[in-house]
């Protein structure tokens, strides 16, 4: 059988790691300054880190680093013949930075409705 890569394969002695990085829409449905809870079609298992990029409609925003606490499959959505699963995730935000922290308040009161969901 002759080769057919372009480039040659090395086997790694010693430890190489690394991640996977996807992009995913997601759906805000609530956020605080100790976290954020999101739909998405993506599954995130509970305990893994992830990186959030949150923004507005102009464009503008930043990146928050989290930890997943909790994911659960919501409902799916019909997308032609397709059945597609709508995952319902809670993020806890880790390494906040007085910057980031900042920016999250600003965010968070551009966007929110109400400072608290107690109040209803």
Same mark, same amino acid.
């Given at each position: 059988?002759?080769?057919?890569?372009?480039?040659?394969?090395?086997?790694? @002695?010693? *430890?190489?790691?690394?991640?996977?990085?996807?992009?995913?829409? /997601?759906? #805000? =449905?609530?956020?605080? =300054? $100790?976290? /954020?809870?999101?739909? %998405?079609?993506?599954?995130?298992?509970? $305990?893994?880190?992830?990186? &959030?990029?949150?923004?507005?409609? !102009? !464009?503008?925003?930043?990146?928050?680093? $989290?930890?997943? #606490?909790?994911?659960? &499959?919501?409902? %799916?959505?019909?997308?032609? *013949?397709?059945?597609?699963?709508?995952?319902?995730?809670? #993020?806890?935000? @880790? !390494?906040?930075? *007085? %910057? =980031?922290?900042? *920016?999250?308040? $600003?965010? /968070?009161?551009?966007?929110?409705?109400?400072?608290?969901?107690?109040?209803?």
């Amino acid at each position: 059988m002759s080769e057919k890569r372009r480039y040659p394969r090395f086997c790694i @002695t010693g *430890e190489l790691e690394g991640n996977l990085i996807y992009r995913a829409d /997601i759906h #805000v =449905l609530n956020i605080s =300054l $100790g976290g /954020i809870c999101f739909l %998405t079609e993506k599954r995130l298992n509970p $305990g893994c880190n992830c990186l &959030l990029e949150l923004r507005d409609t !102009g !464009g503008a925003g930043f990146k928050v680093r $989290g930890r997943v #606490v909790r994911s659960n &499959l919501k409902r %799916t959505n019909k997308v032609g *013949e397709d059945l597609r699963p709508v995952y319902e995730i809670a #993020v806890e935000f @880790t !390494g906040l930075t *007085e %910057t =980031l922290r900042s *920016e999250l308040e $600003g965010l /968070i009161s551009r966007f929110s409705e109400c400072k608290d969901l107690k109040d209803f």
